[in-house]
């Protein structure tokens, strides 16, 4: 260690150029032996410090366009999707309504059929049934011209024997 005692001395003295000057070289040594040794890397290490932040900010705002970039893409095809979605939602009530309609207009033929056989079935009944009266009525015809050829009738009995016949056709239906 350095003596105090010195500093004092040097003190009394007076100005010493000579000591003045070899603190001044020992100081520009000092200061060459510090910018070599520990600003440089100090500064290099700064340097690469400054460098890789930079590199940081250029790699997050490249990863944030990228994020931004892929959210835009997920949104369209989003977007996409909700229509390709609404066009099979209108497609299908389309294809229901065409269908429903389609099953009305063939419930309608069938009702139209249905009710066409039913009205010649009945004309075919209607028909059937006035063959048989006509046959009955031909039938009775000859019956009571028969009976009236074989007796000649009063008016009453011409009466009695009719409604007679016509009681008993009402017992054959």
């Known amino acids: 260690m350095l003596d105090p005692r010195l500093f004092i001395l040097n003190a009394e003295m007076g100005f010493n150029p000579g000591s003045m000057i070899i603190q001044f070289v020992m100081f ?4 060459a032996l510090i910018t070599k040794f520990a600003w440089r890397p100090l500064m290099n290490v700064m340097q690469e410090r400054e460098e890789h932040v930079a590199n940081e900010i250029d790699t997050a ?3 944030r366009q990228e994020a931004e970039r892929l959210m835009n893409e997920a949104q369209d095809e989003l977007q996409g999707t909700r229509q390709n979605a609404q066009k099979i939602i209108e497609d299908a009530k ?3 309504k065409s269908e429903q309609q389609t099953m009305i207009a063939e419930a309608k033929d069938e009702a139209q059929r249905i009710k066409d ?9 209607k028909e059937r049934a006035v063959q048989a009266l006509q046959e009955q009525v031909g039938t009775l015809s000859v019956q009571i011209a028969s009976k009236v050829i074989e007796k000649e009738l009063t008016v009453d009995e011409q009466q009695k024997l009719i409604n007679e016949y016509l009681e008993q056709v009402g017992e054959d239906k």
């Not at 056989?117 to 009944?125: D, F, H, K, L, T």
């Open 117 to 125: 056989n039913a009205r010649q079935e009945i004309e075919q009944e």
């Open 28 to 31: 520009i040594i000092l200061l």
């Open 94 to 96: 389309e294809t229901a």
């Open 61 to 63: 705002e490249k990863n």
